[in-house]
Each structure stands twice: as C-alpha cells, then as structure tokens.
Nanobody, 120 residues
Framework: VQLQASGGGLVLPGGSLRLSCAAS????????MGWYRQAPGKQRELVAA???????DYADSVKGRFTISRDNAKNTVYLQMNSLKPEDTAVYYC???????????????WGLGTLVTVSS
C-alpha cells in the first residue's frame, strides 16, 4: 500500500491550492484518511480528515478556508485550500488507516510530504 500526494507549491497570500492523495495497492478498506502538516520547528498537526466514524475533523485554524473531499472509487482524498496565509506554510502529509487485502487489522500509512509555501 502506498500513498501518493501531489499539489503543493508556492502561492501568494490569499491564493488557493488543491492537494491530492491517492492510495494504491492491495486495499481491502480505507478506514480513515486525511491530511496533517508540519511547519518548521513545530509538531505535526491534523489539518483535516475523514475519521473512522464517518465524520470530518478540521483544525480550528483552517475551518472555513479548507475543504476536504474524497473520491471513494479512486481511493483519493483532496484538500482544497483557499484564502491561504503565510502561517499555512508547511510540509503537508497524507495519512490513511487502511486494512490491506488479506490482512487482519488496519495499519497506519503516511505519504511523502508535499511542501506548501505561502509567501509574497
């Protein structure tokens, strides 16, 4: 199982970016999936995620600006980021809790990060 993230880059304050993360491999089920970020000198934090209970969690700092969505047929989640601020600058990581095909139990997977830089 692999997670492939894309969509990062440099954007002006107030701009928008969309991140994508696709899970591939022998997957039985995806139990949770979302995005975390880590800014320089800070701990990794949740940005937005579909939880195992079926709800959506957002960090308070991104509510009203970021929207997570998914395409179950493609095992892909998206993060639409609007009204970006310099403090959103971070490496964004895709995370998923997946039960691989033929395995018992779920496992935690991380994608390679994608850098988002918000700067003028």
């Amino acid at each position: 199982v692999q997670l492939q993230a894309s969509g990062g880059g440099l954007v002006l304050p107030g701009g928008s970016l969309r991140l994508s993360c696709a899970a591939s491999g022998s997957i039985f089920s995806i139990n949770a999936m979302g995005w975390y970020r880590q800014a320089p000198g800070k701990q990794r934090e949740l940005v937005a995620a579909f939880t195992s209970g079926g709800s959506i969690d957002y960090a308070d700092s991104v509510k009203g600006r970021f929207t997570i969505s998914r395409d179950n047929a493609k095992n892909t989640v998206y993060l639409q980021m609007n009204s970006l601020k310099p403090e959103d600058t971070a490496v964004y990581y895709c995370n998923a809790v997946i039960t691989p095909a033929g395995w018992k139990g779920s496992h935690d997977y991380w994608g390679l990060g994608t850098l988002v830089t918000v700067s003028s």
